[in-house]
């Protein structure tokens, strides 16, 4: 089973496709309907079931491509872009800072 997001700028929403096969014959999941609880904390089975984590990745690299990320990690990610930044920004200074280095001893 296969899951893909597709971003629809035009329409400004994602789309979400399911694909499976089984022995060479192609299979799409069709819109979902909402049907009303009967109790509030009622039992229901699942809309879809993944029998392994794989088949999700391909939604996750959809959702990644589209800018979204897990909101619980969102201030973890940031920090680590920061901190990416930063180390960039001092292999930089020491790059061009060399540079002037040599240049001045070559003037000089």
């Keep these: 089973?296969?899951?893909?997001?597709?971003?629809?700028?035009?329409?400004?929403?994602?789309?979400?496709?399911?694909?499976?096969?089984?022995?060479?014959e192609a299979f799409i999941a069709q819109p979902l309907t909402m049907s009303k609880k009967t109790k509030r904390f009622g039992?229901?089975?699942?809309?879809?079931?993944?029998e392994d984590k794989c088949e999700l990745q391909s939604l996750m690299d959809d959702l990644w491509s589209m800018g979204l990320r897990p909101s619980a990690?969102?201030?973890?990610?940031k920090a680590q872009l920061g901190s990416m930044r930063d180390h960039l920004n001092d292999m930089r200074t020491i790059v061009f800072k060399k540079r002037e280095d040599l240049k001045g001893m070559k003037d000089g």
């Design 43 to 50: 039992y229901s089975e699942p809309c879809v079931v993944f």
């Design 1 to 24: 089973m296969r899951i893909a997001a597709v971003y629809e700028p035009m329409h400004q929403r994602v789309s979400l496709y399911i694909t499976h096969e089984d022995k060479g």
């Design 73 to 77: 990690r969102a201030d973890e990610y």
